[in-house]
């Protein structure tokens, strides 16, 4: 199962995760897909992940799921491919969430639903807690990134993830422009096929 991360502000929704979904259905494997609303709280989004990630296992132990995280969804997928030994393919990570997010404490407002909410210190402080210092198994990583992403500096992402696989495109933009031209290798690494 692909389990999709959106990242900060973003939902089910975006463009990434729509075109992920729209790609897995046509091949027939809509049912190897999950991406739901993540709660702003890192705790509660770990915590709902870890949940799915649960049910995944119970449901299909010979297959562990696959965690596509983006933006503030690759911090998540970094922190829980480390705990429970997952492959996590990363696209544009927001590598140092702590540091980056201090400038958005206070009311956000998310860019599909339109729904506004508070981001707190707290939850700067659970990010932190959260936080993965070195990786330990690169070989379950893939990380995707562009070198015009207007958000985040992409040469944080290429040496936090050294030794695992890395696509680093000229060009581009956060929202990773060429992502539908690597949704079927994501597929193969994460060893999901058409039945």
């Not at 969430?97 to 998310?110: D, F, H, I, R």
């Not at 700067?124 to 500096?153: F, N, Q």
């Not at 929202?175 to 690597?182: A, L, M, N």
Request: hydrophobic content about 40%; proline content about 5%.
């Amino acid at each position: 199962m692909i389990i999709y991360l959106h990242g900060f502000r973003s939902a089910p929704a975006s463009i990434k995760a729509q075109a992920m979904l729209r790609h897995m259905t046509e091949r027939g494997l809509a049912h190897e897909f999950w991406c739901e609303q993540l709660p702003v709280g890192p705790k509660d989004a770990i915590a709902l992940i870890e949940t799915q990630i649960a049910r995944c296992r119970a449901t299909r132990p010979e297959l562990a799921p696959t965690l596509v995280g983006s933006s503030l969804g690759g911090y998540y997928a970094t922190h829980l491919a480390e705990k429970h030994d997952l492959k996590a393919v990363l696209v544009n990570p927001a590598v140092v969430a702590p540091l980056s997010l201090e400038a958005y404490v206070g009311e956000q407002t998310n860019l599909y639903t339109g729904e506004t909410f508070q981001f707190t210190h707290d939850y700067i402080v659970e990010l932190r807690a959260m936080d993965v210092a070195t990786i330990t198994r690169p070989e379950k990583y893939w990380l995707l990134v562009e070198t015009g992403d207007e958000v985040l500096d992409y040469r944080d992402a290429v040496a936090k993830y050294a030794g695992g696989r890395q696509t680093v495109l000229e060009g581009g933009d956060h929202g990773f422009s060429r992502w539908t031209d690597y949704l079927d290798e994501i597929l193969a690494f994460s060893g999901i096929f058409p039945r």
